[in-house]
């Protein structure tokens, strides 16, 4: 243990000083973007904006990858012609002529994909255990084989123990030629053996006995004695100890399920199970094909035998079964071809090549030009002036720093990261009360990513290993939470410019721990890691019983306090037993301490979510702790749906406002910077004061994104306001409602103004009466979409409306041409057609878009409120238009013939009155055509423009009930007609007819000091024309008192018209 502790001492100093040791210095000048490093050996190349290092350490592609991963880089891309000539340039300079590693134009995925994506069907055969006879003859021809592979899926009988033979391949001249037979041991393993040429090989080679479906490669090849096992995807068992002095011989049988002790009978030793997707190849495969063939990818070509029932006679008791096998989605994006390597001497246009992806070559990672030099800054300062944790280091090393830079930069075991984590552990506890430097962050942050790279499945796994898992991992997360603690919280911005984030201290957790999960497990069904800023929870259980609900909580802070908690639905866990799953694995992760250690000044880009001007958008922020879960079927990744709960970490203040927003980290958005927040696939179930409950169909490491806002009112001006609305509508209808029921009651004559009055007061009532029920119905989402739907018509049909008394009064003041009936046609269509085809239309277009998410109205995040608000504006600007116009009309009217009646002295007070009388009708209007809601643009200004609009508009239906019952001289004189028929009825004579006209009586004011002409229209809206011989101004002012009667006369004028408006005042004016 101590050469491992040295050892790991060694490769920990080396990280930290490596990348200040290049081969030949490299000056700082980078102009020229393509000026190489001078000297034969360069490893380094600056660029404009690129620094290319050649790692000359032979290592397989994922394990460059890795470490490229931990210089905070990556492999260099070629996808480009200048990315090939600056790798070239590199490698000129180094005199290096053997390929190296670089990361070609589609780089794996490593990302779970839902399960349906997972899954292909396969035709197999079954041999059930009820007779020891089942066979299948594959009806191929063989030639002789100098190399051959074979690659089948098998499902073995977990309760047959006996040597059994997967398959048998057999000669005329030799029955034991090529073989593949399995037997169960103590351990509940399936041990796999091969037979070449007769002779018996081990048993090694192994996978679990557990009932679930296995692929099963074997490989020979004559030229390098060699053969191979290959156990789902991995090289489980290899060796050379064969005879090579001949070909397989040619002519042969191959038998499934039977081992042929004669050539084609003679069947012994049965296997019981089910096979498929045998294939046969004449070649040897790689590694990388056989990963390939693992993920379900195509056979390639050269295959002697593809499988197919339909080349394959077999026994009675064999049976055809389908089943839906998983495929894991590891290794599909990894090219079968191999990866991509790149060869400076070369004769091949473009110098590209592929390999086989576990030869060990070197590789070239590429940075930002900045982000190189300020590392190689970093590294300077600590080699020349240690910090006390490096010092310690040393001591604890023994070793100085020149000895520790001498080793080799990979971990090779999990005992070897074991041991360096542990003195990375003890120089932390060493130095708790100097703290860290940025220095020592990234030499340990650099540790956990090499560490977290270490393979975990290895052929000679042990018990040992398993212990070395479970003290890496404890070690490794203790590293991780100092790294994250608060303390360093400040520090993180001294390194930004090298690390892209605490996610990157994430990621290397997640990786780890996922790795070495089914060691973790071995076991255990449940193992929790414990730390004071991570909490690290999994979670196992076979899917063969009924599956359990998997949920996880981070540590509880303080009682009656909502803990983060995470967990997967029973249902998708059913899915996974009914697709074929045979053990579930959860791995549930919490960070604690991450939100402080985010930049709280940096803005997280982000569409704000409240946008009906009542707040203003500040900006996004990081808002609670950072919780994740993956999920492994069959210790393969899978992506299932999760809800999660996160605790606010930042309260509502009085002048602020925090909306939250689910989010999860996506490392492949910006990989450049290391990834980036997203809301794909989240939403919000519910809010809460202090926490949050999300809904994401995927797996991954979620938290609560906070938008802040200003407020813009207070929490008691949102109460205020909503009382004041729930009041002003109630009243409103009331309003609405007995204006109505006076049109009707007391016989108010009939003209379209009046009808245009009643579509109006119908169309707003309802309108209001379902505002003031939408909260009740927001709780269900069916009776909600239907209130949201008929709010929208009867709020478009109000305006409608509005518009349509715009139009008639146009029509009375300004212009008439056009009979009364056909006007009401065209009413009613604008009225009510119109709002119905706009609402259809809308539901036809973004019926999945209409509603908002929390209350019943339109989705104002959507453009579906565009079907609202424009035809509002068109119609409020056409009533404007309206107003204005009619305004013209009548005051130069009044103003024109009040000189022609009094060009007195007098007449400048006189032309005022006049003015004043015709306008103020007018102005009365307002509320009646809408424009009251063009104040509605201004309402996020101020919380006093929020209650003018709501006392404006809640109130609407009150103001109408004024204007068309209380001051309307059609109601009140039909209100006198009902009084004057009673009053007649009491003192008349049964015998005598009374006459029931309105009383002519009426004292009369005017300039002229002279009585209204009795003929004078008093209340028709459908007067017609004059004589020609006569023209007259009628203005008439009535109130309560009946004492302001204003009538003008005229002389006879040609050609001119008949302007006629009623004004009226209240009482009292």
Excluded at 239 to 256: F, P
Excluded at 310 to 322: L, N, W
Excluded at 901 to 911: C, D, G
């Amino acid at each position: 243990m101590p050469g491992l502790v040295q050892s790991g001492l060694c490769l920990f100093m080396l990280v930290a000083l490596c990348d200040t040791e290049p081969t030949h210095a490299v000056p700082e000048r980078g102009v020229d973007p393509h000026v190489p490093i001078p000297g034969q050996g360069a490893r380094v190349l600056l660029t404009s904006s690129w620094a290319l290092q050649l790692i000359n350490a032979s290592l397989s592609f994922s394990r460059a990858a890795g470490v490229c991963r931990s210089r905070f880089s990556s492999l260099h891309p070629v996808q480009e012609d200048q990315d090939q000539e600056e790798a070239l340039e590199l490698l000129r300079q180094s005199g290096l002529c053997s390929p190296v590693w670089v990361r070609g134009p589609r780089g794996a995925d490593s990302r779970p994909v839902p399960l349906s994506k997972q899954y292909r069907q396969f035709s197999a055969l079954n041999f059930p255990r009820r007779s020891q006879e089942g066979f299948a003859h594959v009806n191929t021809s063989f030639p002789a084989l100098s190399s051959i592979s074979v690659c089948v899926r098998v499902q073995w009988d977990p309760e047959w123990n006996e040597v059994s033979t997967v398959f048998s391949y057999a000669a005329p001249v030799f029955t034991n030629e090529f073989q593949l037979r399995g037997q169960a041991d103590v351990h509940a393993r399936i041990l796999l053996a091969l037979i070449v040429h007769g002779k018996h090989l081990p048993y090694k080679a192994w996978f679990p006995n557990d009932g679930a479906w296995h692929h099963v490669c074997v490989t020979w090849q004559r030229s390098s004695s060699r053969w191979a096992i290959f156990v789902d995807g991995d090289r489980s068992d290899t060796s050379s100890d064969v005879d090579s002095s001949r070909d397989i011989y040619g002519d042969g049988i191959l038998i499934l399920g039977q081992d042929q002790d004669s050539f084609g009978g003679n069947f012994t030793e049965p296997f019981f199970g089910n096979i498929t997707d045998l294939n046969v190849w004449n070649s040897s495969l790689e590694t990388q094909h056989v990963r390939a063939l693992n993920a379900c990818s195509s056979s390639g070509q050269g295959a002697l035998f593809t499988w197919s029932l339909d080349q394959i006679r077999r026994h009675a008791v064999v049976t055809e079964v389908q089943e839906l096998l998983f495929c894991p989605a590891k290794y599909q994006q990894v090219e079968v071809d191999g990866c991509r390597t790149l060869q400076v001497c070369s004769q091949q246009i473009p110098p590209l090549g592929v390999g086989d992806c576990w030869e060990q070559l070197p590789f070239i990672c590429r940075s930002s030009k900045e982000r190189y030099l300020r590392m190689k800054q970093m590294d300077e300062a600590q080699s020349s002036q240690p910090s006390s944790f490096m010092n310690h280091v040393m001591k604890l090393s023994n070793l100085s720093q020149s000895a520790l830079g001498q080793q080799t930069m990979a971990l090779g075991s999990l005992a070897e990261a074991s041991a360096l984590l542990d003195v990375s552990v003890q120089a932390l506890e060493d130095t708790r009360q100097d703290g860290l430097q940025p220095t020592d962050m990234v030499s340990l942050i650099k540790i956990l990513s090499l560490a977290a790279d270490v393979p975990s499945h290895r052929p000679d796994a042990t018990n040992h290993s398993q212990g070395d898992a479970q003290q890496l991992s404890e070690h490794f997360i203790s590293v991780a939470d100092s790294i994250i603690s608060q303390d360093n919280a400040y520090k993180w911005q001294a390194i930004r410019e090298v690390v892209n984030g605490p996610m990157d201290v994430v990621q290397s957790v997640d990786r780890m721990v996922t790795s070495l999960s089914s060691q973790l497990m071995a076991d255990a069904d449940h193992v929790t890691i414990l730390s004071p800023n991570i909490k690290v929870e999994l979670q196992q259980q076979k899917l063969q019983d009924q599956p359990r609900a998997s949920s996880f909580c981070g540590p509880e802070a303080e009682k009656h306090i909502i803990k983060d908690c995470i967990s997967v639905p029973p249902q998708n866990l059913q899915d996974l037993h009914n697709n074929g799953f045979q053990t579930l694995t959860v791995v549930n992760m919490w960070y604690g301490s991450l939100r402080p250690v985010f930049n709280p000044t940096e803005n997280i880009s982000m569409e704000p979510t409240v946008s009906d001007g009542s707040q203003r958008y500040l900006g996004t922020v990081l808002g609670s702790s950072v919780i994740s879960t993956t999920v492994l079927g069959d210790n393969q990744p899978v992506s299932l749906a999760v809800r999660f709960q996160l605790q606010h970490k930042v309260q509502s203040s009085l002048d602020t406002v925090y909306d939250p927003v689910c989010a999860f980290w996506d490392f492949d958005l910006l990989p450049e910077a290391g990834g980036w927040w997203s809301t794909k696939g989240c939403e919000v179930v519910s809010k809460h004061h202090r926490h949050t409950v999300c809904r994401c169909n995927h797996t991954t490491n979620f938290a609560l994104l906070l938008q802040v806002y200003e407020a813009q009112r207070s929490p008691g001006s949102e109460r205020a306001l909503q009382v004041l609305t729930f009041i002003g509508c109630g009243l409103s209808l009331c309003g609405l409602l007995f204006t109505f029921i006076l049109f009707i009651a007391v016989g108010v004559p009939k003209s379209d103004r009046t009808t245009v009055h009643k579509n109006l007061m119908v169309a707003l009532g309802v309108a209001e009466l379902l505002l003031m029920c939408s909260d009740w119905a927001s709780g269900n989402e069916v009776a909600c979409f239907l209130v949201t739907a008929l709010l929208h018509l009867f709020f478009m049909a109000s305006f409608s409306w509005m518009l349509v008394e715009g139009l008639l009064l146009w029509s009375k003041v300004v212009s008439v041409n056009i009979s009364e009936d056909r006007r009401m046609k065209l009413y009613y269509a604008i009225g009510w057609g119109l709002p119905v085809l706009v609402v259809a239309l809308t539901l036809a277009v973004s019926v999945h878009q209409y509603k908002a998410d929390h209350h019943c109205w339109l989705n104002v995040k959507t453009h579906t409120i565009w079907a609202f608000v424009g035809p509002v504006v068109f119609v409020l600007a056409v009533n404007a238009v309206v107003l204005c116009r009619v305004v013209m009309v009548t005051v130069s009217s009044a103003h024109r013939r009040a000189k022609m009646l009094s060009p007195s002295s007098a007449s400048k007070m006189q032309t005022f009155d006049l003015t004043w009388a015709v306008t103020r009708p007018v102005l009365i209007l307002l509320p009646v055509l809408g424009l009251t809601w063009l104040c509605g643009v201004l309402v996020h200004l101020s919380v006093v423009v929020a209650y003018i609009f709501i006392a404006l508009n809640a109130f609407q239906g009150l103001y109408i009930f004024l204007v068309y019952a209380v001051y309307n001289s059609e109601v009140r004189n039909a209100i006198k007609r009902i009084k004057e028929k009673r009053k007649a009825l009491s003192f008349t004579n049964c015998s005598q007819p009374t006459s029931f006209l309105p009383s002519q009586r009426h004292p009369v004011t005017s300039w002229s000091n002279s009585p209204p002409s009795p003929s004078s229209p008093e209340t028709s809206d459908t007067s017609g024309r004059p004589s020609s011989a006569s023209m007259s101004l009628v203005i008439k002012n009535e109130s309560f008192r009946k004492e302001s009667f204003v009538s003008f006369s005229f002389k006879p004028t040609s050609g001119t018209q008949v302007v006629q408006l009623t004004g009226f005042k209240p009482s009292g004016c």
